[in-house]
């Protein structure tokens, strides 16, 4: 079955950085578009940055273009999200997402606070 279990999340403070992993199974991950998400208290959920399958092609969202990169390793199945500079705003649990795939992990926790 399909599984997406995102990690990396945490504590840290205004300025610092974070990397997000999203560990995929029970899906062919190389030929699926991948995507962030994130969802702040009280909000909705946003779509944060997406890839194409090969990783050559990348998206994003206005508030974190220029800070966040996403990238994924097909050989290992998961996708990655490089988060610098860091703002309270960026507060929020994180998702990983896989295009016309039905299925939401857990998320992991990402707090900016000082």
């Known amino acids: 079955q399909v599984q997406l279990v995102e990690s990396g999340g945490g504590l840290v403070q205004p300025g610092e950085s974070l990397r997000l992993s999203c560990a995929a199974s029970?899906?062919?991950?190389?030929?699926?578009?991948m995507s962030w998400y994130r969802q702040a208290p009280g909000k909705e959920r946003e779509l944060v940055a997406t890839?194409?399958?090969?990783?050559?092609?990348?998206n994003y969202a206005d508030s974190v273009k220029g800070r966040f990169t996403i990238s994924r390793d097909n050989a290992k199945n998961t996708e990655y999200l490089q988060m610098n500079s860091l703002k309270p705003e960026d507060t929020a649990v994180y998702y990983c997402k896989g295009r016309g795939i039905e299925y939401w992990g857990k998320g992991t926790l990402v707090t900016v606070s000082s």
């Open positions: 029970g899906f062919t991950f190389s030929t699926t578009p």
């Open positions: 890839i194409s399958s090969g990783g050559s092609i990348t």
